[in-house]
């Protein structure tokens, strides 16, 4: 596709439910990254995937949220057991190089907004 | 741990007016800073990407400058317009190999 793609838009849950959230980069774009953004807040790093690989998940909140990329394409962000706290937009971006080329930027999707009742 | 503040986090300004966003971080070991610009709903829009070795970056109306060693970002946008209007995001890339974001300022141009 032209762009970075994330469905859903719109996600709710009841508290404790499991959601999945789905990225599909731009073809060929190596590197994919996650980022949890809170109302009125910018974007916080979640987790990076080179190709299939998750080299950085050092920004999951929790055990709750688990990341995967089993084919080096699209991605999927699981998190079980929703809490409250979990309420916010979910942004994909990829980029065509892998992390070590710095000059690249970042195309990011439009997000799913996640609201946890 | 980078920090990242942008200063004002909001502003109205009459359309045709030149302004400035701010941009400030806490360690100047980055490989590039970066400027986003959010609308409603919406992702996120590269603006201007800006290498630590260079010292300014231009795209038509928008002209973002970065003096690394003072920990600091410009964005300057000329002759304002209500399209304009949207939040601008300040993002560093560091030694961490991923984009520490500022809070945003949220820019309103009116007529």
């Known amino acids: 596709g032209a762009g970075v793609s994330q469905s859903p838009r719109y996600k709710v849950a009841k508290r404790g439910q499991d959601v999945a959230l789905r990225c599909d980069p731009i073809?060929?774009?190596?590197?994919l990254f996650w980022y949890q953004q809170a109302l009125g807040q910018g974007p916080e790093f979640l987790t990076y995937?080179?190709?299939?690989?998750?080299?950085?998940k050092s920004g999951l909140p929790s055990d709750r949220f688990f990341a995967e990329r089993p084919e080096g394409s699209v991605s999927t962000l699981k998190i079980q057991r929703t809490q409250q706290e979990d309420s916010a937009v979910y942004l994909c971006?990829?980029?065509?190089?892998?992390?070590?080329?710095?000059?690249?930027?970042?195309?990011f999707g439009n997000g799913t907004r996640l609201t946890v009742t | 741990k980078q920090e990242v503040t942008q200063i004002p986090a909001a502003l109205s300004v009459p359309e045709g007016e030149n302004l400035v966003l701010n941009c400030s971080f806490t360690?100047?070991?980055?490989?590039?800073l970066q400027w986003f610009r959010q609308d409603p709903g919406k992702g996120l829009t590269s603006l201007l990407l800006?290498?630590?070795?260079?010292r300014e970056q231009t795209s038509g109306r928008l002209n973002a400058s970065l003096d690394k060693s003072s920990g600091r970002s410009t964005l300057y946008i000329a002759a304002s317009q209500p399209g304009d209007s949207a939040t601008y995001l300040c993002?560093?890339?560091?030694?961490?190999?991923?984009?520490?974001f500022g809070t945003g300022t949220r820019l309103q141009v009116t007529l």
């Open positions: 995937f080179q190709n299939e690989a998750q080299l950085d």
């Open positions: 971006a990829s980029s065509p190089r892998r992390s070590g080329s710095y000059n690249s930027p970042l195309h």
């Open positions: 360690d100047s070991a980055i490989y590039n």
């Open positions: 073809s060929g774009h190596v590197s």
């Open positions: 993002a560093v890339y560091g030694t961490a190999s991923k984009l520490t």
């Open positions: 800006i290498q630590s070795s260079q």
